[in-house]
């Protein structure tokens, strides 16, 4: 069975290697051109800082262009701004270009829908059917697309800031902000100068191959350091694309998703913004954050991993604040998708009030005791093997029985990466680290 091209958050991979060739990516855009951009015949593009990014909008221009489709270049600006700006641009849809989290030589596509949301399965195998048959696209000389430059950027942006908080609402609070270097480079600093904050800003200088190096969500050390030695009140930290927050406090100790996803849920719900009372998070999360929820009388309900997942979630049972353990936050009152910069100002309107250390609000909640595995391969067809193995499956049957009522076990397959994620707790840190040893050890035994 062949590999499917998209996962839980679109396509990814290495720049200039299969899929994300320029041979491929002109397909893709003749595809979308003649399948997709059928009503206004127009669609939006934007990208992260990567170096691969120009080249695969051209070579995605190029297929569209050629099928008579307008393409409207929006540049370098992060995906929560392409997802809010989508449903305005009398658009068919938007793509934007970016490998999130991932080091400079990965690239990726998010195709997202005239509304603004992503893409779901069933259109997403659509594209890949269509990508595997033969090519039925006419190419007519008298239907060639323009490509728009579309100024867009921090101006856009200043909406939604305005209704979350007013000119000087962070006056004088001292706040080391991390951009990855990413599409974030310009607008985050920017912005929290406008809400009066006093801003130390680093790995805002993209310059296509440091976007997320040493830097951003995924490796907070020097923001810890900055934010110790120059006594803010917190350090925060985006991804490549925008759409991931990380938080550490004036310790410099990193504070994860779920403990922002808490603090989110208990400031909304106290200044009574939380819609249905309820919370999504997806099954990924620590036990401990739905116990807290429910302790504070509020609803805590679990999607699959994804952010689509959670969003598609949150649109059932009437909520406007879901996210995910890895720092995704979305807000849905404010922006479509998950959006860094907008959670980080909720986050920090209500330490401002608080007049506390972040310290003293943070942790949230005590998380059950943690085994979290990454397990890196070749490619994914021996994480199938992996998974198919009938020793493994039995392992994971029995560890998930002894687990019953007081932990869980959770063995998923990255959507965008050949990497394998498991995550084993309970209450009892001791059980924990001993299930995961019987899991690895299962797991070697078969490779």
Do not use: W
Request: charged share 25%; proline share 3%; net charge negative.
């Amino acid at each position: 069975m062949a590999e499917k091209l998209f996962g839980t958050d679109g396509m990814r991979g290495i720049a200039n290697t299969y899929p994300l060739t320029i041979d491929f990516c002109t397909k893709l855009g003749t595809v979308l051109g003649h399948n997709f951009c059928t009503r206004k015949h127009r669609i939006a593009i934007a990208r992260d800082t990567r170096i691969s990014g120009s080249m695969l909008f051209s070579a995605l221009a190029s297929g569209l262009t050629a099928q008579g489709i307008d393409v409207l270049d929006l540049g370098v600006i992060p995906t929560p701004l392409c997802t809010t700006l989508t449903p305005q641009l009398d658009v068919d849809m938007s793509i934007m270009i970016t490998a999130s989290h991932n080091p400079y030589q990965d690239n990726g596509l998010k195709l997202i829908n005239k509304n603004g949301d992503k893409f779901a399965d069933s259109d997403t195998a659509k594209v890949e059917e269509l990508l595997k048959a033969p090519d039925t696209s006419q190419y007519d000389p008298q239907k060639i697309g323009r490509i728009i430059v579309t100024d867009t950027g921090i101006d856009d942006y200043f909406e939604a800031v305005s209704a979350l908080a007013d000119a000087d609402a962070l006056n004088g609070m001292k706040i080391a902000l991390d951009s990855a270097n990413g599409a974030f480079s310009d607008i985050l600093p920017y912005v929290f100068k406008f809400l009066g904050a006093n801003v130390i800003s680093i790995a805002d200088s993209p310059d296509g191959y440091n976007i997320n190096e040493n830097c951003g969500s995924q490796h907070t050390e020097k923001l810890s350091q900055i934010v110790v030695q120059n006594n803010c009140r917190l350090g925060i930290a985006v991804d490549g694309d925008g759409d991931r927050i990380i938080i550490c406090d004036e310790t410099g100790k990193r504070l994860n998703g779920d403990q922002i996803i808490a603090y989110l849920a208990k400031y909304l719900k106290e200044h009574n913004l939380l819609k249905g009372n309820a919370v999504v998070s997806t099954l990924y999360s620590n036990m401990g954050l739905g116990k807290y929820l429910r302790s504070i009388g509020i609803e805590h309900y679990t999607s699959a991993v994804g952010e689509r997942y959670v969003i598609e979630k949150m649109r059932e049972v009437g909520s406007n604040l879901g996210g995910e353990e890895s720092g995704h936050m979305v807000l849905s009152d404010y922006s479509r998708t998950g959006d860094a910069m907008l959670a980080a100002i909720v986050v920090c309107l209500g330490i401002a009030e608080s007049n506390k250390k972040v310290s003293e609000i943070f942790p949230v909640f005590a998380p059950f005791p943690t085994e979290s595995h990454n397990l890196r391969f070749e490619n994914k067809e021996i994480i199938n093997k992996i998974l198919d193995n009938a020793e493994v499956k039995k392992c994971i049957a029995e560890i998930t029985e002894r687990l019953q009522n007081h932990g869980s076990l959770i063995i998923r397959k990255s959507g965008t990466e050949p990497v394998l994620r498991l995550k084993i707790e309970d209450e009892d840190a001791a059980v924990a680290a001993h299930e995961a040893e019987i899991l690895l050890n299962c797991i070697n035994l078969c490779i």
